[in-house]
């Protein structure tokens, strides 16, 4: 017995020995797939599928609500469907082909700079089990859309009370095509122009609000102003929409710009921080201006410059610190109110409600002023080798850039739709009678 005991000891103690080589190699042989999903951090996720869902609500209803009651009474509906079907087709665009050419091809060289290729159409290669960072890759393809959307919604204001609903859907579809993605793939992929001369833009000031404004100010002036422009009263129907859609606005741009830190971290928190603050400042600073100039402060002048606040801290929203973003804010109220109030009549465009005078002109002060908010030295969060003399330099560029090939692909957009829709103006007859009827055979008030 003793014998047996002793072999009992010998064998025990040879199989503790022998424990941690078996352990070692279990491990090895863990295949890359069960890797690949504990990669995922899910907060990440879930704050993620969050901010996708608060962008989504910044669209429908956010902007169809604000452009709807800044129109007229027999223009309401023919807006909110506008943008409601600007989401939809965008959206589906954007999984055919979208993503791909936004985010797809080589690494770096040749005409990757500008655009990417087809190595992601409708989503190959893309699944449950495919990765981005810490999230899941589709949670990244669904965020991205609805940045895509949001951008096509907000050029109908600029065009809005005048266009066919057929050509407004046709120019979208061609812009998008040759404008959204280019500049998008340019700024966020690795291969991209703006990215690699290191242009700072965290939730797409270039993307986003110079493309839009541009576009919008650019369609604008080949469609003509609307019969009575700057001869008669044109004046918003439901102010109250117009504040409700603001506040949707609000709320959903903490998913546009916290959501860019594409966590749930401290960046996201300081993104946060400053989409509350930079409106704040610019819609005191709007109000202000209004009463200087104008003798009162409006609810409409309150929205309008809270809307171009978070339109300016867009692209500085993780650059800049909280005294950095109150300050860029401010100076944004106070341009945006002198671009609507004063340039706009000068100039005498029919932007309709006021797209470039708020998104084009605040998203270029906001991304030129990034340069300066993301200095260290004034509480800021500059890139690796900031300097903010370089820096401004770059940033001008890319603004430069955007503004031309927006500007360019509007303008040859909405030739070819005026080519193949016969013009892309309604009727004189259909105009004064009000597109909700004319164009879809329907009133919003009886």
Not at 41 to 69: E, H, K, N, Q
Request: aromatic share 10%; proline share 3%; charged share 10%.
């Amino acid at each position: 017995m003793n014998m047996y005991k002793i072999l009992g000891s010998a064998g025990l103690a040879s199989l503790l020995l022998v424990l941690p080589a078996i352990a070692q190699e279990a491990a090895a042989e863990i295949p890359a797939a069960l890797e690949e999903v504990v990669a995922i951090d899910t907060g990440d996720t879930a704050w993620m599928i969050v901010s996708t869902l608060l962008v989504i609500l910044m669209t429908i209803p956010g902007v169809a609500l604000f452009y709807g009651g800044l129109v007229r009474t027999k223009n309401v509906l023919s807006v909110v469907t506008q943008v409601f079907g600007a989401f939809s087709m965008i959206a589906l665009l954007w999984v055919a082909y979208g993503y791909s050419l936004a985010f797809s091809g080589p690494a770096a060289g040749g005409i990757s700079a500008f655009i990417g290729d087809f190595s992601n159409i409708f989503l190959v290669n893309v699944g449950p089990d495919t990765v981005s960072g810490t999230i899941p890759e589709l949670v990244f393809v669904v965020f991205q859309l609805t940045f895509a959307c949001i951008t096509a919604a907000l050029v109908v204001g600029g065009i809005a009370e005048r266009m066919k609903f057929g050509a407004v859907m046709a120019f979208l579809a061609i812009w998008f095509t040759f404008s959204y993605l280019p500049i998008a793939h340019m700024v966020w992929s690795g291969a991209g122009l703006f990215f690699n001369m290191g242009a700072l833009d965290f939730a797409g000031g270039t993307v986003v609000h110079i493309n839009s404004g541009v576009a919008a100010l650019v369609a604008a002036i080949v469609l003509g102003p609307r019969l009575g422009y700057m001869k008669e009263p044109i004046a918003p129907h439901n102010l109250v929409f117009v504040f409700t859609g603001a506040s949707l606005l609000w709320v959903g741009w903490f998913g546009f710009n916290a959501g860019s830190a594409l966590g749930a971290n401290g960046l996201a928190a300081q993104a946060f921080l400053n989409t509350i603050t930079a409106p704040a400042a610019a819609a005191i600073a709007w109000a202000v201006g209004e009463k200087i100039t104008r003798g009162h402060a409006s609810a409409l002048g309150f929205v309008s410059g809270a809307v171009a606040g978070l339109v300016a801290i867009t692209p500085a929203a993780g650059f800049a610190g909280t005294f950095g973003a109150i300050v860029l804010g401010a100076i944004t109220g106070f341009v945006c109110l002198w671009a609507v109030v004063t340039l706009k009549p000068k100039l005498k465009y029919d932007d309709s409600l006021d797209v470039f005078g708020i998104h084009g002109v605040g998203g270029i002060v906001g991304a030129i002023g990034t340069a300066i908010v993301a200095d260290p030295l004034l509480g800021g969060f500059g890139a690796e080798g900031y300097a903010m003399g370089g820096q401004l330099v770059t940033q001008v560029l890319a603004v430069l850039v955007a503004i031309l090939w927006s500007g360019g692909v509007t303008l040859v957009a909405m030739l070819v739709v005026k080519a193949i829709f016969g013009g892309a103006r309604v009727s004189d007859i259909a105009e004064s009678d009000g597109l909700d009827l004319s164009s879809h055979g329907e009133r919003a008030y009886n």
